[in-house]
């Protein structure tokens, strides 16, 4: 199933074609929207993350990061110049991370304000390799979204990381079916989501491991009088 991330647009902007969608180059930003999309239960619940995105970008970088062309769209809004020179230093220091002669590296893992809210682990090194500028510049933007000022931050222990990892794969279980025959088995507690993509064959192609995110304050309504 695929949800829309922009509202109302029925036509091509600029030079894209109006015969196919164009690729984007950038994922699903924070696990509110991964969740609301990959749970396939609300076009309206992503729609109101992708504005929660689009206000917690805009507070963080203090300007303006919804497009007059498209108010709605998450693509120009994560296109926006103020948001790219934000991740300008982190995307520097984090790409050296990953060790260009390493041929064992399958996934990574997400801390930010001192807290691992997520992992990726793909079936083979090449898969990850190809994957890994679109993934950390997502959670690169997450982080930018999410900081939360004056918080000390102390480097997460990989203890701390492999606790995550063991944890995440329990809960509630189901499964349901993709294209091309493939499987997507999704466990889910009251911390932690888990999806696992499988072929028919039964060969994991992906893990994905989220945080659940923190309950948002219920709004008051006004009662009558």
Same mark, same amino acid.
């Given at each position: 199933?695929?949800?829309?991330?922009?509202?109302?647009?029925?036509?091509?902007?600029?030079?894209?074609?109006?015969?196919?969608?164009?690729?984007?180059?950038?994922?699903?930003?924070?696990?509110?929207?991964?969740?609301?999309?990959?749970?396939?239960?609300?076009?309206?619940?992503?729609?109101?993350?992708?504005?929660?995105?689009?206000?917690?970008?805009?507070?963080?970088?203090?300007?303006?990061?919804?497009?007059?062309?498209?108010?709605?769209?998450?693509?120009?809004?994560?296109?926006?110049?103020?948001?790219?020179?934000?991740?300008?230093?982190?995307?520097?220091?984090?790409?050296?991370?990953?060790?260009?002669?390493?041929?064992?590296?399958?996934?990574?893992?997400?801390?930010?304000?001192?807290?691992?809210?997520?992992?990726?682990?793909?079936?083979?090194?090449?898969?990850?390799?190809?994957?890994?500028?679109?993934?950390?510049?997502?959670?690169?933007?997450?982080?930018?979204?999410?900081?939360?000022?004056?918080?000390? =931050? !102390?480097?997460?222990?990989?203890?701390?990381? &492999?606790?995550? #990892? /063991?944890?995440?794969? @329990?809960?509630?279980?189901? %499964?349901?079916?993709?294209?091309?025959?493939?499987?997507?088995?999704?466990?889910?507690?009251?911390?932690?989501?888990?999806?696992?993509? =499988? !072929?028919?064959?039964?060969?994991?192609?992906? &893990?994905?491991? #989220? /945080?659940?995110?923190? @309950?948002?304050?219920?709004? %008051?309504?006004?009662?009558?009088?």
């Amino acid at each position: 199933m695929s949800f829309c991330v922009e509202q109302g647009r029925w036509s091509p902007r600029g030079g894209e074609s109006g015969l196919a969608f164009s690729r984007s180059a950038y994922n699903l930003v924070g696990n509110d929207l991964k969740l609301a999309a990959r749970r396939a239960s609300s076009q309206r619940m992503v729609w109101s993350e992708v504005a929660n995105t689009q206000k917690k970008l805009k507070d963080a970088v203090e300007a303006e990061v919804q497009d007059v062309r498209s108010t709605s769209s998450l693509q120009l809004t994560l296109e926006n110049d103020k948001v790219k020179q934000s991740i300008v230093a982190a995307m520097k220091a984090l790409e050296k991370s990953l060790d260009p002669k390493a041929t064992d590296i399958v996934g990574y893992a997400v801390v930010i304000n001192g807290k691992v809210v997520g992992a990726d682990v793909y079936a083979n090194a090449d898969l990850f390799r190809r994957l890994w500028p679109k993934l950390l510049r997502m959670s690169v933007i997450e982080a930018v979204g999410d900081k939360k000022a004056g918080l000390k =931050r !102390t480097p997460v222990k990989a203890q701390a990381i &492999r606790a995550f #990892l /063991a944890e995440a794969p @329990k809960g509630k279980r189901s %499964e349901k079916k993709l294209a091309r025959d493939m499987v997507e088995v999704q466990l889910e507690s009251a911390q932690h989501v888990y999806f696992e993509t =499988r !072929t028919k064959e039964a060969t994991v192609l992906h &893990r994905s491991y #989220l /945080a659940q995110p923190e @309950k948002k304050p219920m709004k %008051e309504e006004a009662s009558p009088r």
